[in-house]
């Protein structure tokens, strides 16, 4: 048996089965170098989709990885009951890049634990309970994450926490109330209002919302929207908390923060993917008199890990030193027109949404009827010509496109290439009935 055939005969055999892999044969990832990853046999792959929208700064990018192995060397491990300097050095570097007064952080593993660790800091400050979320948002896979999290494929075992309400999301290209941007006069935004008054006891703890809802498919929202939404949250005592796993550190061109985008400075933010490009973190940052409403005993193992801590101050390194925000502007600028021709070309792509390097195409068929199983074709014929993008959306018919943040415009036009390709390669399915 071949090396792959036998690492994938482990897998099936050993891992749990709740682990779903993309492809019709799994692909075997053995090493990675900038925007490339190459697999078992050697096949090289074009990488746009970096780990889930991860690797900001390019696979094994040498200012990360040499950093993390200086840290090994110097301590590893020491858990957040000692002072450690990275951690120190991250918490004030991310004071100053996020927005308003945000300047407290406490490092975890994890968005998911990000996301647990800035509800219960905003229960304790406010003393209530109720939070309001978005549909099609992802929160993570703990018990509460799940419960935040609104697409039922992710939500397993049923409802577990209360008093989480999910407002609609500002999902324009379906929107729940049959209108059309800018003439719906916001309405997503607005029902807010009576979802608190009606399904909660007027008395909210926070709103929690990605500036782009990532998992359920890049869903951008108009500009406004969150101006409006969170001053009804604000008016019901409940604060803000953003997450920004995926749109964070520049992803979404020009600035740190997608939320910055959007004119509304969050009471708390959550980060984790991007910000160390790969290593393990999570973070919740808010404003001190948030941080300071924490009651009672926490500790997290592995939080503030010094290599974790090192790695993320090195990738924010590279962040500056590159422009990469900017860098995420004009290419992702370059990357949105051609997906736009694309388009006009083949009528199954029913909607291109995004900002900077985080572009998403809604495949579709007649009436707007979401297409999965071409999903799945496009995901097979790309692998082909090896290119790797992403999936994402509630009915699995949107593909994520999120390139390391230091791609360039030939790595786009290459990847471009190959979308026509594979999209070329449906026949007449590229074309809606
Ligand atoms: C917006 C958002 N929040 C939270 C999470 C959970 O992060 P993790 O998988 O690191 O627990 C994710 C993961 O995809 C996410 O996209």
Partial sequence: MSEKGDILRKQSEYLSPAITTYYEEPLVVDRGEGMHVWDLD??????????????SVGHCNPKVTDRICEQVKKLQHISTLYVNVPQAELAERLA?????RLSRSFFTNSGTEADEMAVLVAQMYTGRQEVVALRYSYSGRSMLAMSLTANSGYRLGGTHIAGIKHAHSPYCYRCAFGKEYPNCDLECAQDIEELIQTTTSGQIAAFIAEP?????????????????????IRKYGGVFICDEVQTGFGRTGEKWFGIEHWGVEPDIITCAKGLANGTPIGATITVP?????????????????????AAALATLDVIEEEDLPNNCKVVGDHLRAGLEELQEKYSIIGDVRGMGLMQALEIVKENKAPAPDLVLRI??????????IGKGGLYGNVIRIAPPMTASKADVDEALDILDQALAALGEESQVA
């Fill in 42 to 55: 050697g096949n090289r792959y074009l990488d746009f989709f970096g780990g889930i929208l991860t690797i």
């Fill in 96 to 100: 100053k890049i996020t927005p308003g």
């Fill in 212 to 232: 782009i809802q990532g998992v359920g498919g890049f869903i951008t929202p108009p500009k406004e929207y969150f101006q409006v939404a969170v001053e009804i």
């Fill in 289 to 309: 008199e948030i941080a300071e409403a924490w009651k009672g005993l926490t500790i997290s193992t592995f939080g503030g890990n010094p290599v974790s801590m």
């Fill in 379 to 388: 995901f097979e014929e790309t692998k082909k010509r090896s290119l790797l």
